[in-house]
Structures are given as structure tokens and as C-alpha cells.
């Protein structure tokens, strides 16, 4: 088939090239004639393991095209992806604006039958909103479907997910359309057997916000219970594993930390309270888990004021600085909170990260940013670990210690045995284990 996808972000990009790699004709449409210029060059505007890879192949064998133009790219498929950004609002409401645009310049350059695929995360009814903006500005009584097909990619992982996903949601109003994304997803089906699941649009726009919030909601539960580990001297881990066995329950999202971070958690959370509150529900259980995120970090804080007593001029090395480890993207990342929060106690700072700390360095110069993890720790007062990289995981214990000036770490990710550091000599402090 011959697929167009609008927006070459984290969802665009990927599921541009995944479509391209089974084999399908793409072409990726951005606005941002700088990103379709570095795209053409085959540099990546994001990291994502794999992706450049794929990218390259598929451009090579001739699948896989980037434009800067609408109109062609209307013109090219009769199906539309839409994964432009849909950022939030002051309120937390999601911002449609790049949505509405891309509906209505399809609509005006549009000359036979399209469907329009909702790829972004949006809120529930949005596909009621696109139908009447492309009808307004269609030059001609044309038919058209609107469709929507949330994603489900963890980044990191993302093109795993795409290619093997867990299932493929669509939302349909229409044989035509059912038909159209059957024929797009047959070969991803084929190789993964995974399910499609046909339901009505608005329950597939929900589906996407209610499956993000409840990750969130496992997160923050378990960092919950890992206050009341410190306080009775149990262990989050032992705990989580406990709870983890149970097949209702499953082991996914049960690690204590620093809290939800990255590009789609916060937001998600955040769009579905507004979402709620809109429609006449006050979803107070989502409010917890808001509030519960907010002050894992404060906690998490408090142990290193306690540890260092004047933060004021005090060297800290700050491990990691994406939300996760395999991705560059520290969109509210726990180590922004930190960096804003050391920073205004007149902390020095050093960070270390091996894929996002080129990005994060763009937007705060201020800092001294390492390539080698044992030169960022030298002469350290303080380590903070914000993410579990394998590199951090692999540090040699004693040569740590050697070169900081004071042997005190606060592990936000719990990536070491707190029995190891203690007995290297270490002030250790993790997240729901004593």
C-alpha cells in the first residue's frame, strides 16, 4: 500500500519506517523543513535504537520518502496517519492545534476519497471535532472516514512495538475504513499475531489515555508503598515481588524510584483528569496519583539535603538525565526536577548521559556536562542517580568512591545492592529500602 504519515516525531518517525520495513510505500510529511532536510541527509532529529538503521535501508530500497508539503502528501496515499504533537495546555488540557491544521489542509488540497487515521494521542471525541473542520473546508462534496488508531510504543522499544505489537486498536465508522487499516496492518499481523481489536472511535481515543494513566497509577502506588517500606524497614523490591507473582497483578511498573517521567506519562495523565473535568467527572484517583509523583521527588530531595546539610557549593554528580534508559528524551524527566531544584540551592553541578546530554546541555549551557562517567564523579560531594543506564550499573564500586571527595550516593533508580555500598564505606541512600 502506499501510506502517508503526517509528523516524523517519536510515533511518526517510527511508525513510518516500520510500515516501510513491511514492505509498505511511505511517505513522511513534517512542516519543519529543517527536520525533512536532516531526514533526507538520513540523520535522525531523535535516538531510538534501531531507527537510523531502518530509516537508511528503506530510503535506500526506495519505501520510504520524506516531504515538507501537504499537498503532496495528500495526494500520494488515500490513507493519512496523523502523529503530529499534541502538547499540553496551562490547564493540562491537550493543545489540537497541529491536529486541527493537518486536518484542515488535507481537506483543502483533498480530490477523492481519504481516510484519516488519528495516530496522536488525543482527547475522546476528537474525531467529531476533525470531521467538522474538514467538512468546512473541503472545496468539494467528497467523502471521507476519520479513524483512530492510538499507539502503544515505549520508547526505547519502540520499534519492537511496532513490529510485534500487543494489539492493534482501531477505531471505525465505517466497513471502507475497517477494511483500509485491515489492509495496513495485515503484514504486522501476520508476522506477530497479535489481534486487531475493531471498536467505536471514541472508546479508541479513550483506550489510549486510560492505558497510560493506569501505568501511571502503578507507579505511583508502588512508590507509595515504598514510604511505608522506609518507615517500618520492609523492602520495596521483596515487596513488588511479592505482588508482582500474582497474575492479576504482574510485574510491570512496579519499581520504586524518582516517579513517571518522559513525553507521554505526564501529559497523559494530565489531558485525562482535564478530559474528566470537562465531561463532569472529578477523577480524584488520578489526582493521587499526580500528587504522589510530585512528592516522590520532594522525598527523594530531602535525602540529600539531609545527607549534605548546607547544598550550597557542594559538588554533585548527576547519573542519567533521560526519563529512561535507550531513549534521549528528557521531556519531564525526575533529573529536570533535580537540576532546576540543586541549581537554585547553589549546588555545582556535573551530568553525565550517553545519548541525551548533547540535547540537555542545548537548553542548560550553565552546567558541566561529561563524556566519562569516572570524570564526572571526580571530587563529587554527592552521586544522584536519575537513570538506570547499564554503564551506571557496571561502575566499579571501589574506584567510585576513590575519586569523589565524599562518599554519599542517593540511588533514585535503586540500581545498586545497598548491602555492596554500605560495605564499600558508602552513605547510601536508595527508595523504599533501608
Not at 409 to 428: C, H, K, Q, S, T
Request: proline share 4%; charged share 25%.
Amino acid at each position: 500500500m502506499k501510506i502517508t504519515v503526517v509528523g516524523t516525531g517519536y510515533v511518526g518517525l517510527v511508525t513510518g519506517a516500520c510500515f516501510s520495513e513491511v514492505g509498505h510505500e511511505v511517505l513522511c510529511v513534517d512542516n519543519n523543513e529543517q527536520k525533512v532536510a536532516m531526514l533526507n541527509r538520513l540523520e535522525m532529529p531523535i535516538y531510538e535504537d534501531g531507527l537510523e538503521a531502518m530509516v537508511r535501508k528503506n530510503v535506500e530500497e526506495g519505501r520510504l520518502r520524506f516531504t515538507s508539503c501537504i499537498k503532496e502528501g495528500t495526494e500520494f496515499s488515500e490513507v493519512i496517519f496523523v502523529a503530529v504533537g499534541t502538547p499540553p495546555g496551562r490547564s493540562g488540557e491537550a493543545n489540537l492545534s497541529y491536529v486541527e491544521q493537518v486536518g484542515r489542509e488535507v481537506a483543502e488540497h483533498m480530490t477523492s476519497y481519504h481516510l484519516l487515521v488519528e495516530k496522536s494521542t488525543v482527547p475522546v471525541n476528537t474525531s467529531e471535532q476533525l470531521k467538522r473542520t474538514m467538512t468546512k473546508y473541503l472545496r468539494a462534496d467528497i467523502d471521507f472516514d476519520v479513524a483512530s488508531n492510538p499507539e502503544f510504543l515505549r520508547e526505547g522499544r519502540a520499534i519492537p512495538d511496532a513490529l510485534n505489537p500487543s494489539r492493534v486498536v482501531v477505531g471505525v465508522e465505517s466497513k471502507r475504513a475497517l477494511l483500509l487499516l485491515q489492509e495496513v496492518y495485515k503484514p504486522i499481523m501476520e508476522r506477530s499475531g497479535c489481534r486487531l481489536l475493531e471498536m467505536d472511535i471514541a472508546s479508541a481515543e479513550l483506550t489510549k489515555h486510560a492505558s497510560n494513566s493506569f501505568l501511571a497509577m502503578k507507579i505511583s502506588y508502588i512508590n507509595a508503598v515504598s514510604r511505608i517500606c522506609e518507615l517500618t524497614g520492609a523492602n520495596v523490591e521483596k515487596v513488588a515481588e511479592g505482588m508482582g507473582l500474582d497474575p492479576r497483578i504482574g510485574p510491570e511498573f512496579l519499581r520504586a524510584g524518582v516517579g513517571y517521567g518522559g513525553s507521554c506519562f505526564p501529559k497523559d495523565v494530565d489531558a485525562f483528569v482535564h478530559i474528566s473535568e470537562r465531561l463532569g467527572y472529578s477523577f480524584d484517583l488520578l489526582k493521587d496519583v499526580q500528587k504522589v509523583n510530585r512528592e516522590q521527588r520532594e522525598h527523594v530531595f530531602s535525602k540529600i539535603k539531609k545527607e549534605l546539610w548546607v547544598v550550597e557549593n557542594k559538588r554533585i554528580a548527576i547519573l542519567g538525565i533521560a526519563f529512561k534508559p535507550g531513549t534521549d528524551d528528557y521531556r519531564e524527566a525526575p533529573a529536570l526536577y533535580f537540576v532546576n531544584e540543586l541549581a537554585e540551592h547553589g549546588a555545582t553541578l556535573r551530568l553525565w548521559d550517553p545519548i541525551a546530554a548533547p540535547h540537555f546541555k542545548k537548553e542548560f549551557p550553565q552546567h558541566t556536562y561529561c563524556e566519562d562517567l569516572m570524570e564526572c564523579v571526580q571530587d563529587a560531594d554527592l552521586v544522584l542517580v536519575m537513570t538506570e543506564w547499564p554503564e551506571i550499573k557496571a561502575l566499579d564500586i571501589q574506584a567510585l568512591k576513590k575519586a569523589m571527595k565524599s562518599p554519599v550516593m542517593i540511588d533514585g533508580r535503586n540500581v545498586f545492592d545497598p548491602e555492596v555500598l554500605r560495605e564499600a564505606g558508602f552513605i547510601y541512600h536508595s527508595v523504599g529500602r533501608l
